[in-house]
DNA sequence: CGATATGATTTCGACTCGAAACTATATGGT
DNA sequence: ACCATATAGTTTCGAGTCGAAATCATATCG
């Protein structure tokens, strides 16, 4: 299965390096108010996610961890004014989350922005081998867990494209542009899926 | 610097997709005594390095975290059979932990063996891509944090190759064919390091 | 209208994490 | 030999994560 005299291929091993780079990748480097991980992630997620997908639950969902958690880590970006709560006007029990100003400022010291420097600084052939490997990656994973899976809207089943933007299937409303790029957890991936 | 009409290749996609793949790789699927993150880790670490980075401080240079956090985890993998703690001796301030039996065979669920399959499903291209790409990524980070780099020995600058093993400078020890795939924290990249 | 499902929050205990204080052993300079 | 300093490791503290379970409120289905 693997080269042995090559260990460096080894599945094993390159699948802890992947989790090793995305570890070290989160680490802080002495920012003055920083957050902690599960914090940062939060925060890129309001930030990415389009906006049927900005609620608690959805984001419990894209950690693959409990709503109830997923609920304390929302409730201390809140308290620190990063994300604004607004009441969904359709469903009395949904809450729907936006990212402040002072939210959009703090992403700006995102510690992610080393690994997306060091991702920009690869020969063009090589980003886009892991456009092509991440996502069927992240796929499987998900595939193997029973977990949901997130992507974004413009390779989703639902989505259709129209002139100058699409419409989902999924939520029934149509799309803006900008909006076929942001995540969604009710994603459900097109074509190749077997 | 990224295709507009192609937004998934965009540095600060895939970085949040690495990261999100490796985040949820470690995930658990209901095993019944399992780990914490960090507890699968140290494990994983101490199964995979040389004996000279078998220590606590070795394991939080590995993890970017400090001393104290290392030593509690550690203690809770010795205190359930995991690891075994031998003192140095060379060294008496110095510890060294081994994986035990029980250790051994709590590995054999690792939760990141459901990446390792997807990997070792990836053609033999991508696979190889990956093996390019990932220690590249490692490096340019730890370099751009100040952070100690990781690196099996038979990549560092610090290793001979000799007769059916080798040798390292940095230790002053001959590493058995075995050893020079294992995970060494006083690594040094060999030749293009600038 | 009642049973059940769903969205969200709270509480609990175990654990992580960083920082700081602390112990013990090495090492270097005088 | 002696003292200063560096290094290896541990402990303690407070904030936060995490999963599980309990709790509310609102939808939805029969």
């Not at 999924?170 to 459900?188: D, K, N, Y």
């Amino acid at each position: 299965m693997s080269d042995p005299a090559n260990p460096q291929a080894a599945p094993g091993t390159l699948a802890e390096l992947l989790v090793h780079v995305g570890r070290s990748a989160r680490g802080d480097d002495g920012a003055p108010a920083r957050l902690t991980d599960a914090q940062w992630t939060a925060l890129r997620f309001f930030a990415r996610a389009i906006r049927a997908s900005r609620t608690p639950s959805a984001f419990a969902s894209f950690q693959a961890t409990t709503r109830g958690t997923a609920s304390q880590t929302i409730k201390t970006l809140e308290a620190r004014g990063l994300l604004e709560r607004r009441r969904s006007e359709s469903d009395g029990r949904s809450v729907r989350f936006e990212v402040t100003q002072a939210g959009r400022a703090m992403l700006e010291a995102d510690p992610l922005r080393h690994l997306m420097a060091a991702i920009a600084h690869l020969p063009e052939a090589d980003r886009a081998a892991l456009a092509r490997i991440l996502p069927d990656l992240s796929a499987q994973i998900a595939g193997a867990r029973g977990a949901a899976q997130v992507g974004t809207c413009g390779n989703c089943d639902h989505y259709e494209g129209r002139g100058g933007g699409g419409y989902c299937a999924c939520v029934a409303q149509s799309l803006a542009p900008f909006e076929i790029g942001q995540l969604c957890t009710r994603f459900s991936p097109r074509a190749a899926a077997e």
